[in-house]
């Protein structure tokens, strides 16, 4: 059984080591073998000081499920224009667990606690959000207000 793969403490433990030391405070660990692979099916490891830009997947094939396994994660929905954010928390432990969020909507994620860890599923192969798909009224990773921008986000979860 050698291509079998626990998902196990010491796995979680060992993603969330790799996303505290990296400079972006998150890390994949992908189950496919490809970036070409038909389906892909990674562990996201992230910190809660980690940026996602807010981003939709305009190829219908693209809807993408997530199911939290440790730590708390607060998803945020918006409208083409970025008004209206809706909100939900998912954790394991709680009333709401995962998500499946729909090709054109856009979305992001923010960590709610340390050590956050969720399981993702989506169609292959990969492709490069395009300019399209990033949230234009929203800054990117690498732009200095990213770090306001996500405090912002994060406050829609603490009132």
């Not at 981003?55 to 209206?84: M, Q, W, Y």
Request: hydrophobic fraction near 35%; aromatic fraction near 8%; glycine fraction near 8%.
């Amino acid at each position: 059984m050698q291509d079998v793969q626990l998902i196990d403490r010491a796995l979680l433990d060992q993603v969330s080591h790799m996303a505290r030391e990296s400079t972006r405070r998150r890390k994949n660990y992908n189950f496919h073998a490809a970036d070409g692979d038909a389906s892909h099916r990674l562990l996201n490891a992230m910190e809660p000081d980690s940026y996602i830009q807010p981003h939709r997947h305009n190829d219908p094939s693209k809807d993408e499920t997530i199911i939290v396994l440790r730590g708390r994660f607060g998803v945020v929905f918006f409208d083409r224009c970025g008004a209206g954010p809706v909100t939900t928390v998912l954790d394991p432990g709680g009333p709401t667990v995962g998500v499946t969020v729909p090709h054109g909507i856009f979305h992001t994620l923010v960590a709610l606690a340390p050590e956050g860890i969720f399981f993702e599923s989506k169609a292959g192969p990969y492709r490069p959000l395009t300019t399209d798909e990033r949230a234009q009224w929203s800054p990117a990773e690498q732009d200095t207000a990213a770090s306001e921008y996500l405090a912002r986000l994060i406050r829609l979860f603490h009132g």
